[in-house]
C-alpha cells in the first residue's frame, strides 16, 4: 500500500519527443516557484570545506613535496552532504 501512496518522481512522457498540438509540457521544477541553492548553510560548509582542504594541500606541499588537487573531493563531499532540514523521501 505505501508504495501505491508514493508518486513516481520522474520526468513527463512527453519530455524526449515533440509536443503533439495543444499538448504543454510540465517540468518537474516549477519556473513559478523559487528554490533557494545559495543559503546561509551552504556558504558556510563551502568556506569550511575550503579552509579544511586547502590546509591539507598545503600540509602535504610542504611535508612531503607533492599537492593534490582539493576541488574533486570538495565537490564529491558537497553533493553528498545535504541539509539536515532537507527531507529525503
Known sequence: MKQEEEKSVGLP??????????????PIMSPNKKYPEVNLWSVLWGIAMAVLFSAAAAYLGLK????????IPIAIIAVYREPPSVKTR
Open 64 to 71: 612531503v613535496g607533492q599537492v593534490f588537487e582539493a576541488a
Open 13 to 26: 512522457d512527453n519530455a524526449f519527443r515533440p509536443l503533439k498540438p495543444g499538448e504543454q509540457y510540465h
